[in-house]
């Protein structure tokens, strides 16, 4: 038996279809997650509960989508 470089594992996922690749993708994403940065999901989680927590309370005011993408935009043009 013998064992595939990552080159050749790349090589040959890079081969499969769009949706396979995509399942891949995701399936490694997921191995990603477990163990050790399981910690780390759950550091993230206390953290929206704790922003949604600040919203709720009127503590923070929420900025919708449009305009936060908007001002960043804006932020971006003013470095170059």
């Known amino acids: 038996m013998s064992t595939l470089t990552l ?3 790349s090589a040959q996922a890079l081969e499969l279809p769009h949706p396979e690749r995509a399942l891949l993708a995701e ?3 997921e191995s ?3 163990g050790e940065d399981s910690s780390l999901r759950q550091m ?3 953290e929206a509960v704790r922003r949604r927590d600040d919203i ?4 923070v005011q929420a ?3 449009e305009e936060a993408l908007a001002s960043v935009h804006r932020a971006l043009a ?3």
């Open 7 to 9: 080159e050749q594992i």
């Open 27 to 29: 399936r490694l994403a």
């Open 32 to 34: 990603l997650e477990s």
């Open 44 to 46: 993230w989680a206390q």
């Open 56 to 59: 709720r309370s009127g503590r």
């Open 63 to 65: 900025i919708p989508g």
């Open 78 to 80: 003013q470095r170059r």
